[in-house]
């Protein structure tokens, strides 16, 4: 479902307007996955040994088997 956001514009610190705008389905999409791929980039990034290796892969194998992304 497409969201509306809003423009402020203010004149010396004072809100005097609000401009709606149309975010779409695809937009409100990428949005969403660029968070993912990024809160993904920082779980990744902090592995720092095998054993948080082993631990990090055994959660996501879970997940993808309960969202039936693996048989």
């Known amino acids: 479902m497409p969201e509306t956001r809003y423009i402020d514009e203010y004149d010396n610190g004072v809100l005097v307007n609000q401009i709606p705008y149309?975010?779409?389905?695809?937009?409100?999409?990428?949005?969403?996955?660029?968070a993912?791929?990024?809160?993904?980039?920082?779980?990744?990034?902090?592995?720092?040994?095998?054993?948080?290796?082993?631990?990090?892969l055994w959660r996501l194998v879970k997940r993808l088997i309960k969202n039936g992304l693996i048989p």
């Not at 389905?25 to 660029?34: F, V």
């Not at 990034?45 to 990090?56: C, Q, R, T, V, Y």
């Open 36 to 56: 993912s791929l990024k809160q993904a980039e920082t779980l990744i990034n902090d592995i720092s040994n095998l054993s948080e290796a082993k631990i990090f």
């Open 22 to 34: 149309e975010v779409t389905d695809e937009q409100l999409a990428h949005e969403a996955e660029s």
